[in-house]
């Protein structure tokens, strides 16, 4: 169990830096859209057709910020696959994020379409956890909330991965590391830019 402890906490240990200083600029051409996306309804801004929300504990939470508000796919490590879906709201002052969400997808193979439910330990690399990772943050509550590889493992499901977006539905309990105290998030989907 303490292993498995540890697995969680490098993990949040690896995503809260991610979480708290991401931005990136974007280009000029990603207020383009082509006739698919012009399909999609906007939420926030209409020029700004990308989102991620949920409810969490019946509260919708969602965020449209272009500045935090993206997913990038790779490969890192040799043999490991990865996926981070970020959305938040941004902070101007110290350019981070007073709240949002964040998923991290680890897998031995490509990330592609189809479903990441389950959370266990990569046994082939000794890396981290393999499955879908799921966090949410707040600072009105100074609390960071993530799933635990000892309870229920979170639902994610990638509807759609292309060079330019992905869709997708997320769900599952999420913890605090110290107290164990849990939100719930539900109906969760993503409509995002990939920005590699």
């Known amino acids: ?83 981070s879906i970020i959305g938040g709201e941004l902070n101007e002052e110290d350019n981070g994020s007073p709240e949002g969400f964040n998923i991290a997808i680890k897998d031995d193979q490509e990330i592609r379409v189809g479903s990441y439910n389950f959370l266990e330990p990569f046994e082939s690399t000794g890396y981290g956890l393999r499955g879908a990772s799921l966090g949410y943050y707040t600072q009105s509550n100074s609390k960071t909330y993530v799933s635990d590889v000892d309870e229920e493992d979170p639902t994610f499901e990638l509807t759609e991965l292309t060079e330019k977006e992905a869709k997708g539905t997320f769900s599952g309990r999420v913890y605090d590391m110290i107290t164990k105290e849990s939100v719930l998030i539900s109906e969760g989907e993503f409509y995002l830019e990939r920005i590699n």
Not at 11 to 33: G, K, M, V, Y
Not at 42 to 68: C, S
Request: hydrophobic share 35%.
């Open 1 to 83: 169990m303490r292993t498995k402890l540890n697995y969680n906490f490098w993990q949040l240990l690896l995503l809260l830096p991610l979480l708290i200083f991401s931005c990136t600029e974007r280009s000029e051409n990603s207020n383009e859209f082509t006739d698919h996306e012009s399909e999609i309804q906007p939420a926030g801004n209409a020029k700004y057709p990308y989102y991620i929300r949920a409810k969490v504990d019946g509260e919708l939470r969602e965020f449209t910020n272009p500045d935090m508000l993206y997913i990038m796919v790779g490969s890192y490590i040799p043999g490991i696959f990865e996926a």
